[in-house]
T-cell receptor, first 115, second 111 residues
Framework: AQTVTQSQPEMSVQEAETVTLSCTYDTSESDYYLFWYKQPPSRQMILVIRQEAYKQQNATENRFSVNFQKAAKSFSLKISDSQLGDAAMYFCAYRSENYGQNFVFGPGTRLSVLP | NAGVTQTPKFRVLKTGQSMTLLCAQDMNHEYMYWYRQDPGMGLRLIHYSVGEGTTAKGEVPDGYNVSRLKKQNFLLGLESAAPSQTSVYFC??????????FGSGTQLSVL
């Protein structure tokens, strides 16, 4: 079974600085998708960024980018020019291309942004 | 657009009571999911549906039942609530099975 690990339960960053959140996963499959979701205090789950495993180019969405290392099974999220509104729980998630509909989520990283 | 709507948003039950959580989506999505979120464990899939009239078990299905009688609705039932079912429950839907949209969650406490 696939597993997703986020080794940083909590992180903090100064406003306007850059922070990187780590995610590793375990799978024997070659085709899959990876995601980062943001959960602010409102509890709403918001998709931040998505990466297809077959794509070598790292996904980017405005201030958010990923470093996808397929061989190392690593999928880190970089937030540039951090803003107060970025403070939230961040979840890394994995979904197989070949099996079912189960998204496997990591335990999350709580990000604080310091003014 | 309402997106994915969950009702109720909060509920307190006594052990042994039953209840149903309702999820409604207005995006004509085929796929719908129920997750539970517990501290330090991320989200875990309870049940899911790939279309009207279909349901399937996820990672943690015990103690829960679901129904998808209409495409837009996905119901999660607890027949005999237990304290271990205290959690935040999320419903989600997606069109292709990818990048699901989530509801705002239901906080359930079982005393």
């Amino acid at each position: 079974a696939q597993t997703v690990t986020q080794s940083q339960p909590e992180m903090s960053v100064q406003e306007a600085e850059t922070v990187t959140l780590s995610c590793t996963y375990d799978t024997s499959e070659s085709d899959y998708y990876l995601f980062w979701y943001k959960q602010p205090p409102s509890r709403q789950m918001i998709l931040v960024i998505r990466q297809e495993a077959y794509k070598q180019q790292n996904a980017t969405e405005n201030r958010f980018s990923v470093n996808f290392q397929k061989a190392a099974k690593s999928f880190s999220l970089k937030i540039s020019d951090s803003q107060l509104g970025d403070a939230a729980m961040y979840f890394c998630a994995y979904r197989s291309e070949n099996y079912g509909q189960n998204f496997v989520f990591g335990p999350g990283t709580r990000l604080s942004v310091l003014p | 657009n309402a997106g994915v709507t969950q009702t109720p948003k909060f509920r307190v039950l006594k052990t042994g009571q039953s209840m149903t959580l309702l999820c409604a989506q207005d995006m004509n999505h085929e796929y719908m999911y129920w997750y539970r979120q517990d501290p330090g464990m991320g989200l875990r899939l309870i049940h899911y549906s790939v279309g009207e009239g279909t349901t399937a078990k996820g990672e943690v299905p015990d103690g829960y039942n679901v129904s998808r009688l209409k495409k837009q609705n996905f119901l999660l039932g607890l027949e005999s609530a237990a304290p271990s079912q205290t959690s935040v429950y999320f419903c989600a839907s997606s069109r292709t099975g990818n990048s699901p949209f989530f509801g705002s969650g239901t906080q359930l406490s079982v005393l």
